[in-house]
């Protein structure tokens, strides 16, 4: 087993879970974070530290999100470590509350230029 990012985390980017995670099993993309499912320990510290709720157990995420389970695999293999919290996106609180935001996934890796 191992934790899942979801649809939450999507303009949102809070990497409180980063800070928490003993594994480094966090990777970046410009919009969203996801788990490399090979380093996760599946301790379960993300998914508490998450203030939006993105994280599951692979096995508990909802039916309407198992394409994240993919997502993350897949994006978890080519997008760069994280190791430590840095601030959320300008966008955060404008969208931590709106839900099915796929669409708006922009699946490069993280590049700070």
């Not at 996760?40 to 994240?68: F, K, M, R, T």
Request: proline share 7%.
């Amino acid at each position: 087993m191992a934790y899942v990012v979801t649809d939450a985390c999507i303009q949102c980017k809070y990497t409180d879970c980063v800070s928490d995670c003993p594994t480094s099993c966090f990777r970046e993309g410009m919009n969203m974070l996801v788990i490399d499912p090979t380093d996760c320990i599946d301790c379960n510290l993300c998914a508490d530290a998450c203030p939006v709720g993105a994280i599951y157990p692979d096995h508990e995420v909802p039916s309407q999100w198992e394409h994240y389970i993919e997502l993350n695999e897949r994006l978890g293999a080519i997008w760069p470590e994280i190791n430590a919290a840095k601030d959320a996106l300008h966008s955060a609180e404008e969208f931590r509350d709106i839900k099915n935001k796929a669409h708006l996934l922009d699946e490069s890796p993280f590049n700070p230029e």
